[in-house]
């Protein structure tokens, strides 16, 4: 469905500690993107990245961290300073070039919660 | 500023209806429009699109307007079906920014 993946479904995470989730791609996608789903607050961007080894914060990047080091991967860490981290992570991918701005495709989503 | 605004936030219908969720924007740059449809548990999945050089598109069901001069565009949905009842939403631009989502049920 669409090329990417995010692992695991479901995680759990005590307070205090990091986790990172994963998301891969085999869309030869430049872009990728990282946010968060709470109830009623639609997607809110998180982290994105419009090529490797570069990446830009979002609206809510505060208490997590990015990397980009292959064009496939993009894992994003909720640290322990993500105050309010029980939420749906959705990754998506993004087609860019000359041809202008382009559908995003996203992953299945991680749902994480913190006990 | 950067926010999409997106109304109602809940919507049900007879089935057979139709359906209409606006989005208002405010960044006169933007020049793509998006809408996505999210079933219960599953990823948010692209329905149709608009870009800024036409006013309308329409996709079967599914129709997309666009209004640049008053930074609003539509979805609409004739003769909703029960498994229309899912969430919606648009987005502009790049995609990096969302609407808040609709929730619709249509009722059978």
């Known amino acids: 469905d669409g090329g990417i993946t995010q692992s695991p479904k479901y995680l759990f995470r005590k307070e205090g500690q990091n986790v990172t989730l994963s998301c891969e791609q085999n869309?030869?996608?430049?872009?990728m993107y990282w946010y968060r789903q709470d109830p009623g607050q639609g997607l809110r961007l998180i982290y994105y990245s419009q090529i490797v080894n570069d990446f830009q914060k979002g609206d809510i990047a505060e208490g997590y961290s990015v990397s980009r080091e292959k064009k496939e991967s993009f894992p994003l860490t909720v640290t322990s300073a993500q105050k309010n981290p029980t939420a749906f992570y959705l990754c998506a991918s993004r087609r860019t070039g000359t041809s202008g701005v382009g559908e995003q495709f996203f992953g299945p989503g991680t749902r994480l919660t913190v006990l | 500023g950067e926010n999409v605004e997106q109304h109602p936030s809940t919507l049900s219908v007879q089935e057979g209806d139709s359906a209409v969720i606006k989005c208002t924007y405010s960044d006169s740059a933007s020049n793509y429009f998006p809408w996505y449809k999210q079933e219960l548990g599953k990823r948010p999945q692209l329905i149709i699109d608009?870009?800024?050089?036409?006013g309308e598109k329409k996709d079967q069901r599914i129709a997309v307007t666009l209004n640049k001069t008053a930074k609003h565009f539509s979805l609409h949905i004739t003769e909703t079906q029960p498994e229309d009842s899912a969430v919606y939403f648009c987005a502009r631009g790049n995609q990096f920014y969302f609407g808040t989502g609709t929730s619709l049920t249509v009722i059978p």
């Open positions: 869309l030869n996608h430049d872009a």
């Open positions: 608009i870009r800024s050089n036409v």
